[in-house]
């Protein structure tokens, strides 16, 4: 695999010399990723708790634009650092390779870091193909959405005319998770997984 003739930023980027300087950015997309993720979900229990009298609809809004960056860092970061699935038809195999070294990389690197949530291929795939996902789930018959919202319990509304209700981006408060087109997102533990993975590879605090 061809190096790049230089690298400029004003982050580190190389960070480790062991792999080529190619995987060294490519990882630390995942590293800045990972950092977005912990800043958004402290900025959504931010603006939850600057409401601690409402026990139902969280108006504020700041609420869909962190909700839906929560999602896209999550599915970037997984994307980039646990992406394991096959070789995709479109995927050069010196593609491929480099995405396989790097998953070892970081595998090797986590051995004893819990990543289920991070890493869950189903969750993965729901954020980063949002539009395939949305035109199969939205399509559903008798069934209306909470998108990009932050509600108190997912039971507390009724809908009219005997409608189901679905959920896309929408934060219960009550269980603190996400439930995202059929998934169910801890933000607990998505948190505290891209602290470890951040401790783990980069040696970053927790």
């Known amino acids: 695999m061809t190096e790049p003739s230089a690298i400029w930023s004003s982050k580190l980027i190389v960070f480790d010399k062991s792999v080529s300087l190619t995987q060294n950015v490519i990882l630390s997309h995942g590293r800045f990723a990972l950092q977005a993720l912990v800043s958004r979900i402290d900025r959504l229990y931010e603006l939850i708790g600057a409401l601690p009298n409402l026990i139902d609809f969280y108006p504020h809004p700041d609420i869909p634009a962190t909700l839906t960056d929560i999602a896209f860092q999550h599915g970037l970061a997984s994307t980039i650092l646990f992406n394991d699935s096959p070789k995709g038809k ?117």
């Open 90 to 206: 479109s995927e050069s195999a010196a593609e491929y390779k480099c995405r396989a070294e790097r998953v070892t990389y970081v595998k090797a690197g986590c051995a004893h870091v819990l990543v289920d949530v991070l890493a869950d291929r189903k969750i993965r795939n729901s954020l980063t193909h949002i539009d395939e996902h949305l035109v199969k789930h939205l399509s559903q018959p008798n069934t209306g959405w909470y998108i990009d919202s932050a509600i108190g319990r997912r039971d507390q509304f009724t809908a009219p005319n005997g409608l189901n209700i679905g959920f896309c981006r929408t934060y219960i408060a009550s269980e603190d998770v996400l439930l995202h087109l059929g998934n169910e997102i801890s933000i607990k533990r998505l948190r505290r997984q891209a602290k470890r993975v951040l401790s783990a590879i980069w040696k970053e605090p927790i």
